[in-house]
């Protein structure tokens, strides 16, 4: 089983729309939530840390639920540039795993005009 | 600004060569990682290392060795490519405690 788990999409939305991802993890010792953001063709970039209050950033906002074990982003007022796929990333117990992320498989976006 | 940067952006080798894929990063991190991104697998994790001269095991090591002399630079090699390792490599480095890992540019390895 996965230690991260994500729906692939893709999710095609307008612009302007609001759209919404999930993530679950497998390990309830899990300490860290992250999105990441893959552009085609390029490395994945940090786009947001997730914290067990939730968060915003702009348009964006990541919600974590410890009982459920998932992790949320919501997007709105989707712009062309946010296509991207997004990455779910956990980290365990830092100080068995030396840092190690673990990575979903990603959600594929792309907004239209 | 951080910066992690891969010796090739794309790269064609033959069955049977050995490669060598070099990662530097100018932030003196201590741990550096190697992974493969393959479409609908995501990334996987191939070694990683938390200091010179170490190293550990991802989820799929088989095939691959790594080098870790300097603590700015981090190698992956191929012993003996084969088709199946054609794929997209992508090295990320961190600090021990980390909140995020930094990514090199990835290198597209094609091996025929």
């Known amino acids: 089983r996965k230690e991260v788990e994500q729906d692939p999409g893709p999710f095609n939305v307008p612009e302007g729309a609001t759209v919404a991802f999930n993530c679950t993890y497998s390990n309830s010792a899990s300490q860290s939530f992250f999105w990441y953001r893959q552009d085609c063709r390029k490395e994945p970039k940090l786009l947001m840390s997730v914290y067990s209050s939730g968060n915003e950033d702009g348009r964006f906002t990541a919600q974590l639920n410890r009982a459920s074990q998932y992790i949320s982003l919501l997007i709105r007022d989707s712009k062309l540039s946010d296509s991207a796929t997004y990455l779910c990333?956990?980290?365990?117990?830092?100080?068995?795993?030396?840092?190690?992320?673990?990575f979903g498989r990603g959600t594929q976006l792309t907004v239209w005009p | 600004d951080v910066k992690v940067t891969q010796s090739s952006r794309y790269l064609v080798k033959r069955t049977g060569e050995k490669v060598f894929l070099e990662c530097v990063q100018d932030?003196?991190?201590?741990?550096m990682f190697w992974y493969r991104q393959d479409p609908g697998l995501g990334l996987r994790l191939i070694y990683f290392?938390?200091?010179?001269?170490?190293?550990e095991k991802g989820d799929i090591p088989e095939g691959y060795s790594v080098s870790r002399e300097k603590k700015e630079r981090f190698s992956l090699i191929l012993e003996s490519a084969s088709t199946n390792q054609t794929s997209m490599y992508l090295c990320?480095?961190?600090?021990?405690?980390?909140?995020?890992?930094?990514f090199g540019p990835g290198t597209r390895l094609l091996v025929l």
């Open positions: 290392s938390y200091d010179v001269k170490m190293k």
């Open positions: 990320a480095s961190s600090f021990f405690n980390p909140e995020t890992q930094y």
């Open positions: 932030m003196d991190h201590e741990n």
């Open positions: 990333v956990v980290i365990l117990d830092r100080g068995s795993t030396l840092g190690r992320l673990y």
